[in-house]
């Protein structure tokens, strides 16, 4: 049973950071590629970050790009997401996910998820 399970969410001011994290079980995490995604009420998951098994070719959405940085502890099988600068607008339920193939930007491209840890961010 593969487990994803995300923490570090919580109540941050704008301008200043918050770290999360996602911890992987079930499966050999070497191998997969991850990314974190957010969802704001009312609206629908969207993509924020990418990551390969190597912990290289980090790929980010233009709204966290040089604020957000992704990496991954492979000894560790946990993800992160550093989030710096935080703007209001990064308010939202955080979630991680391991893809199997496709668009990495396309939630239809990953097959497992976790729960989701909140954020948000107040002026």
């Known amino acids: 049973q593969v487990q994803l399970v995300e923490s570090g969410g919580g109540l941050a001011q704008a301008g200043g950071s918050l770290r999360l994290s996602c911890a992987v079980s079930?499966?050999?995490?070497?191998?997969?590629?991850m990314a974190w995604f957010r969802q704001a009420p009312g609206n629908e998951r969207t993509f924020v970050a990418h990551?390969?098994?190597?912990?290289?070719?980090?790929y980010y959405s233009d709204s966290v790009k040089g604020r957000f940085t992704i990496s991954r502890d492979n000894a560790k099988n946990t993800m992160y997401l550093q989030m710096n600068s935080l703007k209001l607008e990064d308010t939202a339920i955080y979630y991680c996910?391991?893809?199997?193939?496709?668009?990495?930007?396309?939630?239809?491209?990953?097959?497992?998820w976790g729960q989701g840890t909140q954020v948000t961010v107040s002026s």
């Open positions: 990551i390969n098994w190597r912990n290289e070719n980090q």
């Open positions: 079930g499966r050999t995490f070497r191998n997969v590629f």
């Open positions: 996910a391991i893809r199997d193939s496709g668009s990495l930007t396309a939630p239809q491209s990953y097959s497992y």
